[in-house]
Antibody, heavy 119, light 109 residues
């Protein structure tokens, strides 16, 4: 079965960076977009961007461009997201999410357990 | 950019039907997905492509989308359906590519 296992909770100071990892298993890693979605405490869901694990190409939400970097390591079936210049507004749970259907810009089918980042 | 609206809350008696709306300008021309999120858990996809259910999701969950409103319908509501529900769509024309609604809290009385 599809599994996305994320790194543990992290605490950072304002101005610092954080890097969250997501280990994928149970499917062909290079066959599906992996997205990052975040949720501030008590708030709704916010899409941050996606990475194509096959090509490494990325697409970021406009508001995060220049401040986030998504990468992948095909040797270990993992993706990473680094957020720089952190502020208190970046305090949130960050989810790694696999697309339901390959590389179609559609539904977010499988979610990781979330990584709580506190700034 | 595309803006989605949802009622903040919906209350329903067990066994009855809950309808959660998601409003947006000509949303019927878009493909809408729905997610359920219980406290302390990651979201779960319950309806995709307007009206399809992923495997494992009960038939009690159904979706429709037309005009300016998409609707998630939960039939024969159970206590375990109490959760936040979010609609979401992909909008290639705007600056925000993946758009989520603000969410609706479903309370089972």
């Amino acid at each position: 079965q599809v599994q996305l296992v994320q790194s543990g909770a992290d605490v950072q100071k304002p101005g610092a960076s954080v890097k969250v990892s997501c280990q994928a298993s149970g499917y062909t890693f290079t066959g599906f977009y992996l997205h990052w979605v975040r949720q501030a405490p008590g708030q709704g869901l916010e899409w941050m961007g996606w990475i194509n694990p096959n090509s490494g190409r990325t697409k970021y939400e406009q508001k995060f461009q220049g401040r986030i970097t998504m990468t992948r390591d095909m040797s270990i079936n993992a993706v990473f997201m680094e957020v720089s210049r952190l502020t208190s507004e970046d305090t949130a749970t960050y989810y790694c999410v696999r697309a339901l259907q390959g590389f179609a810009p559609g539904a977010l089918g499988h979610w990781g357990q979330g990584t709580r980042v506190t700034v | 950019s595309f803006v989605l609206t949802q009622p903040p809350s919906v209350s329903v008696v067990p066994g009855q039907t809950a309808r959660i709306t998601c409003g947006g300008n000509s949303i019927g021309s878009k493909i809408v997905n729905w997610y359920q999120q219980k406290p302390g858990q990651a979201p779960l996809l319950v309806v995709h492509d307007d009206s399809d259910r992923p495997s494992g999701i009960p038939e009690r969950f159904s979706g429709s989308n037309s005009g300016n409103t998409a609707t998630l319908t939960i039939s024969r509501v159970e206590a375990g359906d109490e959760a936040d529900y979010y609609c979401q769509l992909w909008d290639s024309s705007g600056g925000h590519l993946y758009v989520f609604g603000p969410g609706t809290k479903v309370t089972v009385l």
